[in-house]
């Protein structure tokens, strides 16, 4: 039985790659939960029709992360998990990103709710800060309240294209694009979006105590740190779907990261 079930996730995951590949559309799961159940963020005003797009294409790679990460077969998921985390917390973050997709035993509590998401351009904070100070690329606001803020920068927000989507100076985000490491240049919207949904209280908790926090960056940054802290950490969420994703499109093992591959400066 154990085998049935691994070739028919093999044969599943091997379908969503020729559809990503060949026709970069986003990826849905085949559920009675799905798409027609589904509210996307809302996204403010004030941003380009470029960002809006770059945004909109975000969403459905933030989905596209998840499914990946929830959908995985054994033998790609458990190497690349306890790279990250401890795998005691197997089933807490799995739950985070079924969570995410909306799929049971919480099928109102997840999908629905990331139409409570609003991503906008940057505004003061109570004590008269912004975000956006050259080093940010996105930042969450109210993570404790029923209505989350995504910031999505100007500058450092758009500057990596989609998964197999580039824009006007913008370029995609491929297989052909990686280094042969885990790096940064695996980064898209749709990894920005999956580390800001983990902070919010509302979607994550639970499984969660309480939603993320921000205490470690980066690939090699994540992996670096004690695992039986990464559970609380956004960027470990985010890392592992990167790494899941990437390594089930490009059927590649990619190596482990460097100081270096957290930032491309």
């Not at 609380?232 to 899941?244: M, P, Q, R, T, V």
């Not at 390594?247 to 491309?264: A, I, S």
Request: hydrophobic content about 35%; glycine content about 6%; some cysteine.
């Amino acid at each position: 039985m154990k085998i049935i079930l691994t070739m028919i996730l093999r044969f599943f995951l091997a379908v969503l790659n020729l559809v990503a590949y060949v026709y970069a559309a986003p990826l849905e799961v085949n559920t009675s939960h799905s798409l027609e159940k589904r509210a996307n963020p809302r996204i403010g005003p004030g941003f380009s029709r470029q960002e809006v797009r770059q945004i909109s294409d975000g969403f459905q790679d933030a989905i596209r992360l998840a499914q990946y990460v929830v959908f995985a077969p054994s033998d790609i998921f458990d190497p690349i998990f306890v790279k990250y985390f401890d795998i005691r917390d197997r089933r807490k973050v799995t739950d985070v990103f079924r969570r995410i997709l909306g799929l049971p035993p919480n099928l109102e509590s997840g999908a629905r709710l990331l139409g409570d998401i609003s991503v906008v351009v940057d505004y003061e904070d109570e004590e008269g800060d912004l975000a956006c100070d050259g080093s940010t690329g996105a930042e969450s606001r109210n993570v404790a309240t029923d209505h989350l803020n995504i910031i999505i920068c100007h500058d450092l927000g758009f500057e990596n294209g989609g998964i197999f989507k580039g824009y006007p100076d913008v370029d995609p985000v491929t297989c052909e694009s990686q280094s042969r490491r885990v790096s940064w240049r695996m980064e898209t919207m749709g990894y920005a979006l999956i580390h800001e949904y983990t902070h919010w209280n509302k979607l994550v908790a639970p499984p969660l105590r309480k939603g993320t926090d921000d205490l470690v960056y980066g690939p090699y940054g994540v992996r670096e740190m004690r695992k039986s802290r990464a559970v609380n950490n956004a960027d470990s969420y985010a890392w592992l779907a990167n790494e899941i994703l990437w390594t089930t499109l490009c059927h590649r093992t990619y190596g482990d990261p460097r100081p270096e591959d957290d930032n491309p400066e």
